[in-house]
């Protein structure tokens, strides 16, 4: 267990059925927030956070993700021949960002099937996992803080976030009580996919962001589908937690969830008035709707 992070495991072979029609060719990993795809705002976490090696688990039609981190001589060349060159610095960083591997996951089993699908590629240590959708807003990037967490507890780690009413219905949710001597942390003793509202153990649901041990690969092995038909992350870690410490981890920082219509909309408007480029005139711009209205 004492081994160090290493490697960030991306699932991103789902169908992105939520952001239609924009998702039908595109895959939803590429849809953009502000200028960038919201893959690669994962990935530069995951670099911040000292990851070496990306993992990006696909499928059939996303071949769009991996060009995007390859170099792209034809456009390379346009530029430098116009004198370009702040662009393409831009398009060259991006295809020597990281070291990336890619694994298919072949059927739409589950994020759980996704996960296990990097096993051979993780091999036996803990590893990352980032759902691409939830682009999330810190200072100290969320798994860099999740990565600490792990080496001094000794035990994985899920990001959580308190989510109230029937919401919580979309998410996976936790049973446990706070540590004491963390407020951050929450201990595990139970876990459950997206239970009826009645029913969820607590408020505190899972976000896309885990620091796992490499057990869960073993116990991802045994689970059999779950909530929708399909292979859960959540019953893997749940199996694992009959072995091991898990931990909640109410992370520092502001998640957005970029692969719904509302969430994209919302980050847009938070990203866009950070950057210095344009968030003077675009916060000028929203001042004059909000007057309108
Ligand atoms: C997945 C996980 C769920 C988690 C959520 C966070 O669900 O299965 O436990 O709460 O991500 O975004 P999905 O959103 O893929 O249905």
């Given at each position: 267990m004492s081994q160090r992070v290493r490697t960030a495991v991306f699932?991103?072979?789902?169908?992105?059925?939520?952001?239609?029609p924009a998702t039908k060719v595109i895959?939803?990993?590429?849809?953009?927030?502000v200028d960038k795809p919201i893959l690669q705002y994962g990935v530069e976490e995951a670099i911040a956070s000292g990851i070496e090696h990306i993992i990006i688990v696909t499928g059939r039609g996303k071949g769009a993700m991996e060009d995007h981190f390859d170099i792209n001589y034809e456009l390379d060349a346009t530029l430098e021949r116009k004198g370009k060159t702040e662009l393409l610095a831009l398009s060259r960083s991006i295809a020597s960002m990281a070291r990336i591997s890619y694994v298919r996951q072949?059927?739409?089993?589950g994020l759980g099937h996704a996960v296990l699908c990097a096993k051979q590629l993780v091999g036996n240590e803990p590893f990352a996992v980032l759902l691409p959708d939830d682009v999330i807003d810190a200072t100290t990037p969320c798994i860099k803080q999740m990565i600490d967490v792990y080496e001094k507890e000794q035990g994985s780690v899920l990001a959580t976030m308190t989510i109230e009413g029937?919401?919580?219905?979309a998410y996976g949710v936790l049973a446990g009580s706070a540590n004491p001597t963390n407020p951050r942390l929450y201990n595990c003793t139970g876990m459950v996919e997206k239970p009826k509202f009645e029913e969820?153990?607590?408020?505190?649901a899972i976000i896309g962001r885990y620091v796992l041990s490499p057990g869960i690969f073993a116990m991802l092995e045994k689970t059999t589908p779950g909530a929708g038909g399909e292979i859960q992350l959540t019953d893997g870690i749940l199996a694992l937690l009959k072995e091991e410490k898990i931990f909640g981890y109410t992370f520092e920082g502001k998640r957005f969830d970029a692969g719904d219509k509302f969430g994209m909309l919302q980050a847009t408007v938070e990203f866009a008035l950070k950057r210095p480029e344009f968030g003077d005139r675009f916060r000028a711009y929203l001042k004059g709707l909000a007057a309108l209205a």
């Open positions: 699932p991103a072979g789902g169908l992105g059925t939520r952001f239609l895959p939803k990993e590429m849809l953009a927030l072949k059927e739409p089993k029937p919401a919580i219905s969820a153990p607590s408020q505190q």
